[in-house]
């Protein structure tokens, strides 16, 4: 099959011997690498841009990676902002815009997916599955999943893999099923290595309490992830946040909780991640909204919920909302004199 992959239907019924039909929904860094890399594989890929200028762009220029070996590759690439256009005949849409975006990049899809369409969300945070189905009606199929893959886009239709990683996927609400596998086994062969799991919410906490940690303090410091732990008393502030976040899972979600040190984890990732610049960062230094409400604002409100206290969480919200207004301002005319 040219290194595309097999999927079978809603339950696992029909199995389809060609290459998936993907649509990106989220044309930025992450959504153009697994779209260039799934496009490389043999699959038909649509991105999805909200701006039709971008979608011209990408389909004029085509998509230019910039490698993690330094090589820069360069496909012709299908790109659309029409949603009837991006939904039609999909087999799985993966879902990489930001968290503020959800709903807005969502809404148009609603009614325009076709009935075996699988929906697969690789955002950050809590609330995702929330978000997703309030944009597109109850009766949509939703795998959720985490990647510790990274990108940074560096120019239109240009992107830098910044970090390879893991992406593990799963639904919320039931096992793996032979779809779900060859959707793991179809971004594997794609050079995204992806292991399916009946146990997703761990992966997504696990994940949660990594980016509470490293995204604000990156975001507000304007440090690289691997820069964090060596700095003096910023190691002290990621153990502090993260074992809040920790008391807030073990509270509201105890069947979540994965074992090993959630604090190594974030360390690990630092290394593992250490050139790069967490998505926040990026956020903060485009002029962009950030995920801080998804990410520690979620910890933070279940905090609340189960009486759990998270002032280290809590102030990071109100600094990286600050850190939002200031842009804001600085950009307003009255903030110019
Ligand atoms: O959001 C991010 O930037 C990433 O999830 C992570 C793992 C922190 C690496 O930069």
Not at 79 to 93: K, S, V, Y
Not at 279 to 308: C, F, K, W, Y
């Amino acid at each position: 099959m040219d290194g595309a992959g097999a999927v079978a239907g809603a339950a696992g019924r029909r199995a389809i011997a060609r290459p998936l039909r993907v649509t990106i929904v989220g044309a930025g860094a992450m959504g153009s690498l697994y779209g260039g890399r799934l496009a490389d594989a043999g699959h038909r890929v649509l991105l999805y841009a909200r701006r039709a200028e971008q979608a011209a762009a990408l389909r004029e220029r085509g998509l230019t990676i910039e490698e993690l070996d330094g090589r820069v590759t360069t496909r012709p690439v299908a790109a659309t902002a029409d949603p009837g256009e991006a939904a039609a005949g999909a087999d799985l849409l993966i879902v990489l815009v930001k968290t503020t975006d959800t709903a807005a990049a969502l809404g148009p899809f609603r009614g325009r997916l076709g009935a075996d369409a699988l929906l697969l969300t690789l955002q950050n945070g809590l609330g995702n599955e929330a978000a997703i189905r309030a944009a597109l009606g109850e009766g949509i199929d939703l795998a959720l999943g985490t990647t510790a893959a990274g990108a940074l886009t560096v120019g239109p239709g240009r992107v830098r893999h910044t970090g390879a990683g893991p992406t593990t996927i799963g639904y919320p609400d039931r096992g793996v099923d032979g779809r779900l596998a060859a959707v793991a086994a179809a971004l594997s062969a794609a050079g995204l290595p992806a292991t399916a799991t009946g146990r997703i919410a761990g992966a997504v906490w696990a994940k949660l309490l990594v980016n509470a940690a490293i995204n604000p303090v990156t975001a507000l410091t304007g440090l690289r992830n691997g820069e964090l732990p060596e700095t003096p008393g910023l190691a002290a502030l990621l153990r502090g946040i993260v074992a809040e976040a920790a008391a807030v899972q073990r509270a509201a979600a105890p069947e979540t909780v994965e074992p090993g040190d959630p604090f190594e984890r974030v360390l690990a990732t630092c290394a593992a991640t250490a050139a790069n610049r967490s998505s926040m960062l990026q956020d903060i230094a485009a002029d962009r909204p950030t995920e801080i409400d998804a990410i520690n604002g979620a910890i933070v409100a279940l905090g609340a919920r189960h009486g759990i206290a998270t002032p280290l969480n809590a102030a990071l919200v109100a600094l990286v909302h600050g850190r939002e207004s200031s842009v804001v301002s600085r950009q307003s005319p009255e903030g110019t004199g």
